[in-house]
């Protein structure tokens, strides 16, 4: 059996990722995004693109893996170009496939085009339905076929690629970042509601467009602005154009970005993402006080809340867990007790540190509440006294429609379980969460509002067939 | 560098090869579609590729490599079902790429569809820019997909595919044999001109097509016929139904499937590959009679026709030289001369076989010229007093258009030089090639006419771009 | 170009790891072992082996690569048996090779036997040398040669295994554990001075060895006690046995397990690994006392001192550099600024932390000192107003001849410069070291008397050669 | 499950190959030595491996796979230097290892020493046994390792290494082809039955060792002439040497390298192995006449013998099965019938070739006849009226001690069964064998005497445990 880490401590999956340059300054370009893709890694495992226009041509090199397992130096170095686009990938449907594989290159009568996409369009299998309709034909399952077919489908022989794009954002409806490149420009996306982030960059007299801005720091650039919801941007020889499409009064950025997502050391909309979990942890320590000896946190998303939660609170912050960095994802699983094992071999628990302790253990979020178990087992087998649970998310009730990959409703712990039912099946001391008002007040900086549908079912807009993945089983 | 056969050998290159099952016996369709891409890969050695409905859902798998490469016990469990498609595929572009790999499975109004090509559109571009205009998009460069993208655009709701295909085979010129899976039909197409074979056999109360009839034996299916020229084969629940196609009043059958292309053990239209090929040396050792003391065959594709060359002539044949099987594609070159050292490890000459004779070498076809004259020298190494070279067929001199990969006019050694600079060149005692009409006669037992453009440049239809190809450097 | 983390982190490199278990229980040994392995991954990354006694015959499979890359479950399955050792190796030559991957297993007049050995001989040399004089020949360079071939040529045909290994001790100086696997039984050794570790758990009725105490919480064994330094214990049908051997007055533990080997959640000879590093922290709070806003650590391994002199000194402990985990070995490297620019991939400053503060930033050791000045710039460029560089263990000045391979002692920075100089170099605002008293005090717990030789010379038995090492280029 | 050739084909297993290279014109020895191990590479295909001496320094690369699969360039270039010895190897025990592969490289008190070895020792187990006695250790089960340790053992130091070798020869029985690189010379040995071959060769200034005299064509050498029983050549800067040590009066050299091992371009003692396959052929026809139609090989190793027979009896000789080159090692099974199903896809019938006529089928040999009765149902399901198989060696009834890998004799057809019940198994319509003076007087040319104890049980030397496979289940 293979295991990813977000499998092992039972996440919500990463989406994707998506890197673009344009450079004016004979800047390698494909190396550029292949060190910003690294450093977007964290947000899709499954498989890694590039590609890169050269003088009109665009080459592209995609495949299934990590990117240090997609790339080698040769591939690199056939990517030569003035402009390049980049995309590491989550697939959110249950198998992976090479077809779904990002960035696409296709070619239509303007010439070639590659995209590449993250967030999810809730209206794309409605759109697909009526394109096939009229006869256009799909090879994979990923919006960025249905984005490109509508490009080549209305962009008009006299009209620009972005005056082509800002109409189709009246169309597709859900969260996107896309970076599109073309002969000529390189355009960046954010969608309507601002779901998912991008941000650009500026290196030398060149511009680069990122995921988030860590991507921008891989790369050597200097961060500039976030891109805004709704908002165009192209880059070409003439530098950066910006066009402001019509927009929801509100955004609705995801929080999950603040709270798992993103790395720590970027800056969404205004706000550290480090920082709004430390907040996380101090808000959770305000609203959820439990006299203990020690704070610790699951590694690695959970570390910094419990910083925060030790800040606040005044009580000790510990190592109480180590994660062992080398299980990698062939591990070989034991015929039984297989979570059991592989929370002790990915975990260990620090004996001398916890044992006799009244034990704050921080985490995130609970998904499925599998491995927390184990995980509340293997601190009261290293003698903790006590163990709570304090977790920095509020209980995630509803399904996303927005990219993030969620199990069903009745596999959704906190969907058909009350805290307390929870508190059980976990068997931990106590249990308790961050309050929804809390968690929004996190993002410290940020001028934007947020999308909390996980949380209370408040969806920024219609979503189709709701009701299918509301049941509990 | 990497070297193939063909490669080596100086050869004309394979193009591709299909094969479908519609079974009615719950046969393993995937594995037997296994067995006879096997026996088809000498007709396309870069990618492979099966297609598998499954209740009606198209599942596929296919990499770039030999089938047994590509496929795994793995890959093939998990394509089960009750009609297969197949594909192994030599790519005409400079570049060998993944996208272009076959089958070429896609979604459209009336569901999925697979489709495996061989041969080669001569429209296809004009097509594919009328298309764009219309606001499609493409994703490689194969012709499948513009044959896909017709299906999805021109099908009516209450067509029948086969009708579709029907109209369209009134669009599309060129070379194509297609097969065409659907979620209840297989359905096999050969061009009007017949240009590339297809064949038909049956496996208990299932049918089965296959480029050559050896992908039957090797699926333990008897041949039943030749799909004709501009014929389209229908299989389902409901058997086999045909629909013909109004064709040209003659076939043009590739000549070169006779030659060169074909397993020596197929059976197209009526002719044995391997009888042809004993006809070809026997009229060759009519037309072109010479005094000597040994005729032998350079391996493996001339030996045939030097047993019909000795037969005729009554000169002894004798295994001349030797064919090292293990020279694999990683072949590590020499710095220099390489093309002499992968020879002389490729092929050996039996000294004790050669050495004070007169030799009569027979080959199958000179290409660029630039191995012969190292076989030649091998054989002079050997000792050999003198050596003659004989062709089974005529000097190479026109492009084509449907399928055969051609180096451009001025490498073709014959298009630019007399026979007597070839000989020169390559430095034999004598050289001759078997006349046009001679060649036309060595398909014993066919019915059909052929094609011969490549020999005298007359073109069974109007070709585009004619000129592009006819210079000499 | 390919990295690993310690060439990066410019770290000493691991040495081994070893494992054992004699199962009286029906466990799976082998996949207990694999597990095992994975928690001592970190003591070697480039090969890594099992073998199993089955019945008195001894399989086994070893190769280059990180515990998962080299097991697949066929490989595990394969390995049934009652008793099995493992081993993880990082390879002290400059080139690594299968032919020095351990266990080494062997056949001699007793059967078979199975190696597998963490340390260095300082006479190995010696004995080889005068071995081949009496005709032995040697297939490998590691030590376990040597004494696979000291016990095949001296062990009497009466004479227990461990009595011979007993005579053995007395032969071999240098520092070794090992583990050793015969037809019935499992011997475990730790050497006299107890350079490295040893310990030992139970398992139901099993008893288990391991080089660390996280071995024995990954197969899921209680931790019993530490091997003593001379002591052989010997794992069989009749349980555990123990012979102790002469050894010098104290004991020699090697300090930079607790410093940077050793996983923090490991127990060594009584003292925690993680609370060592703790002390460390506070110890080097009270000797270099700066005053500043924020104490960091470089990520992974001078955090948990970083903890611990924020502890001491009530100054802000903050997460101020992250770490990219998806840096691969073979991350691609740019033409020029090659280590900057993999520096500034594999760690990021986290700017709203730091920007604007006076940062005392804690590393566990400094061996060339090229890496630092790469981080002291990124946390410069982030806004840190000051960084000053406090180390958790004493400048590194002489050759280790027992098992931590070092760079030549003219690239080792601390060897040849002054405190001032290194400081200089590396471009920090202030550079502090612990003190060899200091270090010698933060194995709470411990009874052991340590080896300090690579700080202070003083070599705990004559070492050879000590002057090849010793010249500052 | 994974076929070779010879499984399929149910033939015998070849052995290995070796080959040499002391370069005094500054050759690149290690590419030389790669291309002639592709031509030896018939004669083992489980591992290859090249080791060269640079100045002293013995270095290699060795792996499992085929020569192809093994080296890279990036191997063959690391490998410079001015002698290289180079094997290809099938290993005789079950399962193959790579600790078995060769070339085998030690150290011992005179330095390094690389061994490369074809053949099998008969005493090899009774010296090993001898030596563990005396303290010596085995890391392999290849007899190479038995020939390194008597030479580190008793090579006196003032002693030429061919001295010590002469005097081995005392010792060690059995047959063994060996090439030996020491830092100063490079020295070939052939068994004093000369069982199995080694010739030598010039290149420019330089000499060359191979099994075979293929191995010379490749390498660009010229041949000069075999070693000969008993005789150890040595290669240097001072040219070659040769010392002839005792022998018996008769040379052993093995019929089967004639009849099926070595390569029919190859020169044996004089002999050519095509032209002595084409004898057998000849004398076939003459011990073995039948009215027929037809004179078929099975190909390849069948077709020159049928060559023979056709020439003798004056029956057309015909191609009437083809080969199909692309079935590889992976080949997936069916679930049953799997044997017939492997026949099918590895070889097809010519129909309209055979189709009504009487077939006389030539092959070397029969081992278990399990792939024998396929073939024959192959032909008569292609219309064959009649098929008469005929064997060009004679039946194979007793188990081989010299390196050819049998089947256990009760597997073994002939052992077991009279020829009337083989041809019932095989289902011919008759079978006929060689006789023994027949097949003796196929090497033509050839001074030799032959060991023909696989077919009468004469062996020229004392073997052990003759019983063990002798019994017939």
Not at 13 to 27: L, P, Q, R
Not at 268 to 274: E, F, L, M, N
Request: glycine residues 8%; proline residues 3%.
């Amino acid at each position: 059996m293979c295991f990813k880490d977000y499998d092992f401590l039972d996440k919500l999956k990463e989406e994707c990722g998506v890197f673009g340059i344009y450079s004016k300054d004979n800047h390698d370009v494909a190396r550029l995004t292949y060190y910003a893709l690294y450093a977007l890694q964290h947000r899709g495992q499954e498989s890694a693109g590039i590609a890169v226009n050269n003088n009109g041509t665009i080459n592209y090199y995609k495949d299934m893996g990590l990117v240090h397992d997609v790339f080698s130096k040769k591939e690199i170095n056939k990517l030569s170009g003035k402009a390049a686009i980049g995309h590491v990938r989550y697939s959110t449907t249950g198998e992976s496939k090479r077809e779904n594989s990002q960035p696409m290159v296709i070619q239509y009568k303007k010439g070639q085009m590659a995209l590449a996409h993250n967030g999810n369009l809730v209206n794309a299998a409605e759109i697909r339905r009526q394109m096939e309709e009229d006869g256009v034909l799909f090879q994979s399952t990923i919006d960025s076929e249905v984005i490109a077919n509508l490009i080549a489908r209305y962009r008009k022989s006299n009209e620009n690629i972005e005056d082509c794009i800002a109409k189709i954002m009246d169309v597709i409806k859900g969260s996107y970042t896309l970076v599109i490149l073309t002969p000529k420009k390189l355009v960046g996306v954010r969608d309507k509601n601002g779901i998912r982030p991008l941000c650009i960059g500026k290196l030398g007299n060149s511009y680069v467009l990122s995921s988030e801005s860590c991507g921008l720091d891989a790369a050597g650039a200097q961060f500039i602005r976030d891109v805004e919801p709704g908002e165009i941007v192209v880059l070409s020889e003439y530098g950066i154009k910006s066009i402001k499409t019509t927009t929801p009064k509100k955004a609705s950025v995801c929080l999950f970005e603040y709270i798992y997502f993103a790395r720590p050391d970027s800056i969404i909309d205004g706000a550290s993402v480090h920082q709004s979990r430390i907040e996380a942890g101090k808000i959770l320590a305000k609203e959820q006080p439990i006299d203990a000896d020690l704070v610790i946190g699951v590694p690695d998303s959970g570390l910094t809340a419990a910083i925060g939660y030790s800040m606040e609170s005044g009580i000790q912050y510990g190592q109480g867990l180590i994660k062992n960095r080398y299980v990698g994802r062939t591990f070989i699983q034991p015929e039984q007790d297989q979570r059991e094992m592989f929370v002790r071999i990915k975990l260990n628990a620090m004996r001398n540190v916890i044992s006799g302790k009244r034990v704050i253990m921080i985490d995130d979020s609970i998904v499925r509440g599998t491995t927390s178990k184990w995980i509340v087992k293997l601190l009261k087998d290293a003698g903790a006294k006590e163990v709570h649970m304090k977790i920095s998310s509020p209980p995630v009730k509803y399904p996303c429609f927005f990219g993030m990959d969620f199990p069903s409703r009745d596999q959704l712990v906190a969907a058909c379980n009350t805290i307390d039912k929870i508190c059980e099946i976990v068997n931990a001391d106590s249990l308790g969460y961050i309050s929804l008002e809390g968690i929004k007040k996190t993002p410290v900086g940020s001028k934007c509002e947020f999308c909390s549908a996980c949380f209370d079912g408040e969806y920024p807009m219609e979503v189709p067939n709701k009701g299918d993945k509301f049941s509990c089983g």
